[in-house]
């Protein structure tokens, strides 16, 4: 669906600059202009500038600039429409929609199908950790072992899967979702079929199963990934296992935990890094909410200028063991090369 004119117009006219950016940094004003340290490049003093008058962001460091709309395509990583949404979703604007033509649809629905497919299973997943029988006697007792509150466990929402071979798949299909967009998610795994005469035929079958599902959000809340735990003593299988790289899951740019995290590491002026999803889940339960992990990969470039959007100051919490202290000491070298402030814990 495409928005409407009058639409974009009511959402441009709403989402004030300084408002929108005001999100993700803190502006302080001087002269005609506010001022704040870009998100878009890590740098220790300001040139990042925001002209509430002309309703413009530029940054004198690294040349991004643009309005309200490329700002959150920018910072969000959205495309046009997706922005547009983000913002009229923030102002409380009804989306006034014409229809596309079929390809049109297709092209800009990939990534968007995507993220609704994702949102899908989340909630499947959920569903199943408190209301199927499996959920509840498996992977329910999981979490309540490791301390976490009802509360926690929603904020976070956690889930199951279950431990047949395609209960995901088939529900979702029998939900008018296509094996095309399941496996492009990375949620349904499609293997050529040898016990049929057809050589096209293919088998389906869920990625995850019988594990604790831990799903990964980008920074506006979507679910873009998950992470799973499996439950059994089974030697043959990986203990944690990702969603492959996507359209919309580039592991190397996103945190664990960033969404749940971002307003208290703006508020408390520092981020902790920890190394897995249970640790960022008890830190926050415990209160301490600014915390974030680099699961699935060792902390890279992109990771930490995520974190620089919201704070200079980064404080690592690594495993005393030896890997856990090299881990640390590369990550510790990557921030001060990046120019945000650095300790070790
Ligand atoms: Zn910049």
Redesign the pocket.
Known sequence: MRIDQPTIERIRQSADIADVIGDYVSLKKKGANLWAC????G?KSP??SVSPAKGIYK??????AGDSIRFIMDIEGLGYGEALRHLAKKYGIEIQETVLTDEQLQAQNERESLLIVLNYAKNYYQNNLFKHEEGQSIGYPYFKERGFSDKTINTFELGYSLEGWDAFTKEALKNGYSLDILAKAGLTILKENEQTANPNAQKAFDRFRNRVTFPIHNVSGKVIAFGARILKADKSQAKYLNSPETEVYHKSNVLYGIFQAKNAIRTKDVCYLVEGYTDVISLHQAGIENVVASSGTSLTVEQIRLIGRFTQNITVLYDGDTAGIKASLRGMDMILEEGLNVKLF
Not at 38 to 41: I, Q
Not at 59 to 64: A, D, V
Request: with cysteine; proline share 8%; glycine share 16%.
């Open positions: 870009c998100p878009f490049h740098e040139s990042f940054c004198f460091g690294c040349g991004k």
